[in-house]
């Protein structure tokens, strides 16, 4: 069976990505196979899984991305491009799906065509995981719609990291009504935890006490390596795989894994 997560949080710079990338490769490393699904125009899973706009890297692809899958209805299997890791793919994004949300709102099945292209590739995975913007609009939406097992949802130990959260639970109770009645929140992990700040603790205090149930006790501190190695299109466990970050990814993930069972 396949596990569907889609990462969450319209505050920008939460840790998204950074959770997606590199949870998925430690998946792969686990012998599962992963498909990374990267619904943000942004496109920096894309970019760190060493997959850029220019890459002559895809294997003999049109440079589809999920935006022809969206709006086009080009078959997911066409758009899914391999990577250096052999049990990760991608589906790429690129700058063009900003322009997904306009173009949507006319759709009647507007917030569930992710759902849909995922369906007829879905049984070549153990897991999807899915990147998103940083904002509640459609192409979040159909994020929250398409998974199976759960919103995990990256929070900075900053300061104003818990505004928005209320809206993003409403969002999510919104969703799990009239779109996904399976949806639920499976895990918030802290990121960005700065032990020598008060700070940190008091946000990672206050996250705790807001999700009891979902706070993963792996808190991802903050390490430079983990913001160095997308520039390379390396994750965490092939740039720096002694770093604080790499056993901070590994923990976080075995857990997951073991709240699975
Ligand atoms: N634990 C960490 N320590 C230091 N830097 C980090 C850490 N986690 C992420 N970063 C860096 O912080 C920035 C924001 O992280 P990331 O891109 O994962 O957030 P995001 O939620 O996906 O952002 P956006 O909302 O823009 O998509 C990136 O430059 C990333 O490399
Ligand atoms: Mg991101």
Do not use: W
């Amino acid at each position: 069976m396949t596990r569907i997560y889609t990462f969450a949080n319209q505050k920008g710079g939460a840790g998204k990505t950074t959770c997606v990338v590199n949870m998925g490769d430690y998946l792969t490393g686990r012998r599962r196979s992963v498909l990374v699904v990267d619904m943000d125009p942004q496109a920096n899973a894309t970019s760190s899984i060493g997959m850029g706009r220019h890459s002559d890297e895809s294997d003999g692809d049109a440079g589809l991305t999920v935006y022809d899958a969206l709006i086009d209805g080009m078959p997911f299997a066409s758009v899914i491009r391999t990577t250096r890791r052999p049990r990760l793919h991608l589906i790429p994004s690129s700058p063009s799906l900003a322009g997904v949300e306009v173009e949507l709102v006319g759709m009647p099945d507007r917030e569930t065509r992710l759902r849909k292209a995922l369906a007829p590739v879905l049984h070549h995975y153990d897991y999807v995981l899915i990147d998103t913007p940083p904002s509640l609009g459609l192409l979040t939406i159909n994020a929250l719609t398409a998974t199976d097992d759960g919103v995990i949802i990256p929070v900075q130990c900053e300061y104003l990291a818990l505004e928005g959260l209320g809206q993003l639970i409403h969002t999510i109770n919104l969703v799990h009504d009239n779109l996904n009645p399976r949806l639920t929140v499976a895990g918030v992990v802290l990121t960005m935890y700065d032990a020598r700040t008060r700070l940190s603790q008091e946000v990672a205090d206050e996250v705790k006490r807001f999700f009891p149930e979902q706070v993963f006790n792996t808190i991802v501190p903050r390490n430079v390596r983990l913001s160095e190695a997308p520039s390379f299109g390396e994750t965490i466990f092939t740039y720096s795989p002694e770093s604080a970050g790499a056993l901070a990814y590994s923990t976080l993930t075995e857990e997951l894994l073991s709240r699975e069972e």
